[in-house]
């Protein structure tokens, strides 16, 4: 099984953008600024679009809460490898 959400990047063309990609139906895309991944978001859509405009919301909350989670995560394995040091 995959998982239900991917970070991805494509740093050799845009450097300042990061990805969430949500992996499950309604597949989509959250295109966002590096530094601030909740400014200038946009999305892209793989399946289509819900109508349901709670709905997405409650998905593009899912995706900010993921990316969050991985921001805190990576912190904490970096400074545990700076500890070490």
Do not use: C, T
């Not at 991917?6 to 139906?25: C, M, R, T, W």
């Amino acid at each position: 099984m995959l998982p239900k959400f991917l970070i991805a990047d494509n740093s050799q063309e845009f450097p300042e953008k990061i990805y969430v990609v949500h992996n499950e139906p309604p597949r989509f895309i959250v295109e966002s600024d590096i530094e601030d991944f909740y400014s200038n978001q946009h999305i892209h859509w793989i399946d289509d679009k819900p109508d349901d405009e709670d709905y997405i919301e409650g998905l593009i909350e899912e995706a900010d809460d993921f990316i969050e989670a991985e921001f805190d995560s990576q912190e904490d394995l970096f400074d545990d490898e700076i500890g070490m040091n």
